[in-house]
């Protein structure tokens, strides 16, 4: 697979019930199916809803 996940800048997906979802790289949104795409710190592959995310912000030091 690809490396989708190419910028190594954690960030963090924050979500309409106020969770924030810490991830590895930059989400990538995947149109055809309406969910965001991410890699979690442990580096597993993840996917979330756009419908329930508020903003994605870039985590800085």
Known sequence: ???MFA???P???KLK????VPCEGAP???EKTGYY???TPDKRDAVIRA????KIVEKRA
């Open 1 to 3: 697979m690809p490396d």
């Open 7 to 9: 910028s190594n800048t």
């Open 11 to 13: 960030h963090r997906i």
């Open 17 to 20: 019930d106020g969770r924030e």
């Open 28 to 30: 990538q949104y995947q």
């Open 37 to 39: 795409r991410y890699r």
């Open 51 to 54: 419908d329930d995310v508020v």
